[in-house]
């Protein structure tokens, strides 16, 4: 499956932005999903996971109650819709999607990679 990551940019503290991952083929249902993050200089971090039906999620500590992850199977598209954001969200975000494992927080398990998407938040 390729996986294609837009949305990012530039937003104030306290702002929203909403991220789309579309992916390519038929079998967008069969896989879990997850969103991560890479600040300059820092590793890549998880950030959020949604199953294949969407219908179990899991979010880092610190973006949970300001992230949520979702999934339209029909459109084969998974969201990260971010509210409150802080300068510290400042990174390039990723999708990724993983045919067995659902909701891991390391990036080894996933089989695919979007290109990722910059955002930049602003004090």
């Known amino acids: 499956v390729q996986l294609q990551a837009s949305g990012g940019g530039l937003v104030q503290a306290g702002g929203s932005l909403r991220l789309s991952c579309a992916a390519s083929g038929r079998t967008f249902s069969s896989y879990h999903m997850g969103w991560f993050r890479q600040a300059p200089g820092k590793e890549r971090e998880f950030v959020a996971s949604?199953?294949?039906?969407?219908?179990?999620?899991a979010y880092a500590d610190s973006v949970k109650g300001r992230f949520t992850i979702s999934r339209d199977n029909a459109k084969n598209t998974v969201y990260l819709q971010m509210n409150s954001l802080k300068p510290e969200d400042t990174a390039v975000y990723y999708c990724?999607?993983?045919?067995?494992?659902?909701?891991?927080?390391?990036?080894?398990?996933?089989?695919?990679w979007g290109q990722g998407t910059l955002v930049t938040v602003s004090s």
């Open positions: 949604i199953s294949r039906s969407g219908g179990s999620t």
């Open positions: 990724a999607a993983d045919s067995v494992l659902y909701g891991s927080r390391l990036p080894n398990p996933y089989d695919y």
